[in-house]
């Protein structure tokens, strides 16, 4: 559990989120899957032919290559 979780909250709170965090595995653990998912759906949109047809290709792979990493940091949150 990373201590962005529990940072700055009062300690009550954040033996709560602790414990909510630890309880709430095999949720994560389907989360982390159905994200895995989505990256990878991205992942082969982005190297579509179709795509190549796109004047604005770069600005279109640049919000890909973003999204896909947003996508992992919620996934090292969840871990």
Known sequence: MKLSWTQGLEPDIAKEIKEAFKSS???RKRLK???????ESTHKNSLSKEGY???NWSLKQADNVGYERALRD????IE
């Open 25 to 27: 595995s095999l949720v």
């Open 33 to 39: 899957v159905l994200i895995e998912d989505k990256i």
């Open 53 to 55: 047809e796109i004047s």
């Open 74 to 77: 919620i996934i090292s949150l």
